[in-house]
């Protein structure tokens, strides 16, 4: 592994949504990798069966609950500190889809659009906004995994793309505000994936055809241990042709 030289061995990583999919596909990779881990989801149960499976290569603090909850979101970071005294990498991955099937714009209804922006967006903020005293001292990354939904117009994905936009924003703008001070801001757009997440929206596409999220977790390794600006968007996609198994 010594391609990922980022990576050091006794570093924390914070891990939305990490019990299963993506999250917990980036979470095995960063284990692999030595980092100590801080993870959440909403489901105990699940979140506990993945810090079972982490606890075999690293160090796991598993702390269930919503990251649209103020005080959950201070718990997170309050554990990173008391556990590890340090925080090296925050993966803003939790995301909902608010409905499904996704309703077009025309019956997008309110309640359902302030779910979308209260997980897809506030909520990353809200993180980041808390987990920033740690990550200076560290000098450390934030990833926030949005889609291509953010950039196209999907019949269907407005609602969702529309908040993952807004994440986009926030973090072009964190970005900008923090030069200098060595945190770096890295947006993922991890494609189609094979995940339930996806089964759910489009229940009918070829997922046969889509990578795995452990093969898109590979590719986020790459992202994160590249040389960068202290912002940058990546099309994960992009790097699965290099990262992939021989």
């Not at 979470?27 to 909403?42: E, M, N, P, Y």
């Not at 925050?90 to 077009?104: I, K, Q, Y």
């Not at 889609?147 to 117009?153: I, L, M």
């Not at 046969?208 to 590979?218: D, G, H, Q």
Request: net charge negative; hydrophobic share 50%; glycine share 6%.
């Amino acid at each position: 592994m010594e391609e990922f030289s980022w990576f050091e061995a006794g570093h924390v990583a914070l891990i939305t949504g990490a019990s299963q999919g993506f999250g917990r596909a980036v979470a095995r990779q960063l284990a692999a990798r030595g980092l100590r881990l801080v993870i959440t989801a909403r489901d105990a149960a699940a979140l506990e069966e993945a810090a079972s499976e982490l606890r075999e290569r690293t160090q796991v603090e598993a702390i269930a609950g919503d990251v649209t909850e103020l005080e959950h979101v201070h718990r997170l970071v309050s554990r990173a500190s008391d556990a590890f005294g340090r925080l090296d990498l925050l993966v803003n991955n939790a995301s909902t889809l608010g409905l499904v099937p996704l309703p077009p714009l025309e019956h997008l209804s309110p309640a359902v659009f302030q779910r979308l922006f209260e997980t897809n967006a506030f909520a990353p903020l809200h993180l980041m906004q808390h987990a920033l005293p740690l990550l200076l001292r560290s000098g450390g990354t934030i990833v926030n995994v949005s889609s291509d939904a953010a950039v196209n117009a999907y019949p269907g994905w407005g609602g969702y793309g529309a908040s993952k936009a807004a994440l986009e924003h926030f973090s072009r703008t964190l970005a900008a505000e923090l030069d200098g001070f060595g945190v770096s801001i890295l947006v993922v757009d991890p494609g189609s994936m094979d995940t339930k997440m996806h089964r759910d929206a489009e229940p009918d596409a070829d997922f046969a055809a889509m990578p795995s999220p452990e093969e898109v977790a590979v590719a986020l390794m790459r992202a994160i241990a590249s040389d960068r600006d202290a912002y940058a968007r990546i099309e994960l996609p992009s790097l699965l042709a290099v990262t992939a198994p021989a």
